[in-house]
């Protein structure tokens, strides 16, 4: 009989999303009429149509692969120099970064999972508490942690506290790490780091040739221009870090697939002898071994966003997101609750009222108010007493979500 990988043994019951759609769903077999009153606010899904630049450049995309004459087969795995171009100049311009250093791919949740494979057995490993599940259970996937204890917390990982006292911001450990996962803005908790907090992040990485993952891919919703949106604005970052963007809520690529990792090639990884390796190196090694790229189509689409039109549409759907956002967070507010985030991310952390744990609180919205949320202790222990409200989703929706939210916590 074949043997598995027992480390999917370790996992705890269920992904994070799929636990809430079971609830979800059970609550809709069993309260039928109220299932048609249901506003889902959990999952972090666009719901708006996608930028018209976008449309019109993928109905260009599958007309030429309608003739033979413009028909094209298989891409480049690192994607087409058309997109890795735009996205160098256009989101990495003065920053030192070329189109051969940024690889295209389906998705940057694809991305940070996958990221492991070029990394050995052995690594110290940081993550921020809470987090997003993916950077833990990719981990356990490949052999990187012990068990998990009652809490949900995994042995073999370093976790990173983040709460209202540090604003859900960690600070680099008194430890030394090999690698360590940050994302800003963050998700779940909607927090962003200050030029001066990444700058300290840095520093630590370059004293402990610690590798930094930077998730960015809610870059586009940071309002202040003094949040920097990529690491590579901090001196030194090139040689400690790699960052992990996408398409899905920049250009509401969501079902789509697109994003797209940078590794410059000054980053360094060590053999166990000590001789250092590009680490661009082993991702296009990885890369082109197994993935075969990202459909012209969607990059043709992807490349779009760019063009003067295409940013004026993003530009429009990131007002609209970030407008519900801040109503979300008016709300949550005029309710008597602790909010954090929803000023430059998409999503609003607000805190369960006194004596309702996380997933309390996730039953009365939806029990009560018909409104799916997420709950914090889904991110990790440190979310308990905490729920994440997404704003991705119509006015009309996010309107009747804060009349809910006023009358089920009046």
């Not at 891409?75 to 250093?101: D, K, M, T, W």
């Not at 949740?109 to 940081?126: H, P, Q, S």
């Not at 008597?336 to 991310?345: D, E, P, R, S």
């Amino acid at each position: 009989m074949a043997l598995i990988n027992e480390n999917f043994l370790k996992l705890k019951a269920g992904y994070l999303f799929p636990e809430i759609g079971r609830r979800v769903t059970a609550f809709q077999q069993q309260n039928p009429e109220k299932a048609a009153r249901l506003i889902r606010c959990g999952i972090g899904d666009v719901t708006e149509a996608l930028p018209p630049a976008a449309i019109k450049a993928m109905h260009e995309g599958v007309d030429e692969l309608a003739h033979r004459s413009s028909f094209k087969g298989y891409g480049p795995e690192q994607g087409y120099a058309f997109l890795r171009e735009a996205v160098a100049e256009h989101q990495y311009a003065g920053l030192n970064i070329s189109a051969e250093e940024i690889f295209i791919s389906d998705g940057s949740k694809c991305d940070t999972g996958n990221i492991l494979d070029i990394f050995g057995k052995g690594n110290r490993i940081a993550i921020t508490d809470p987090v997003y599940p993916v950077y833990v259970d990719t981990n356990v996937m490949a052999g990187n942690t012990g068990d998990a204890d009652e809490k949900g917390a995994y042995a073999g990982l370093v976790y990173l506290r983040c709460d209202a006292a540090n604003g859900f911001v960690a600070a680099p450990p008194a430890e030394r790490v090999d690698l360590v996962y940050l994302c800003f803005p963050n998700n779940p908790t909607g927090a962003v780091a200050t030029r001066e907090q990444l700058t300290a992040w840095v520093n630590y990485a370059l004293a402990n040739d610690t590798i930094i993952l930077f998730d960015s891919a809610y870059e586009a919703f940071v309002q202040d221009s003094n949040v920097p949106r990529s690491i590579y604005e901090i001196p030194g970052a090139h040689e400690c870090a790699m960052e992990f963007r996408s398409f899905s809520k920049h250009g509401g690529f969501t079902g789509v697939r697109c994003a797209y990792t940078v590794i410059p090639k000054t980053l360094m990884g060590s053999t166990t002898d000590g001789n250092k390796v590009p680490l661009h190196q082993l991702w296009s090694r990885r890369h082109s071994t197994k993935f075969n790229g990202a459909s012209y189509p969607v990059q043709k689409a992807a490349a779009a966003l760019f063009s003067p039109e295409g940013k004026e549409q993003v530009a429009a759907l990131i007002k609209h997101y970030m407008g519900n956002a801040t109503l979300l967070r008016d709300a949550c507010q005029k309710a008597g609750l602790t909010v954090f985030g929803g000023q430059n991310a998409p999503y609003v952390w607000v805190g369960c009222p006194a004596g309702k744990t996380s997933w309390e609180m996730f039953d009365a919205m939806l029990h009560d108010a018909q409104v799916v949320i997420t709950p914090g202790s889904g991110f990790g222990a440190a979310g308990e007493g905490w729920f994440r409200i997404s704003a991705f989703n119509s006015r009309e929706n996010v309107e009747e979500v804060c009349r809910r939210i006023g009358a089920l916590l009046a």
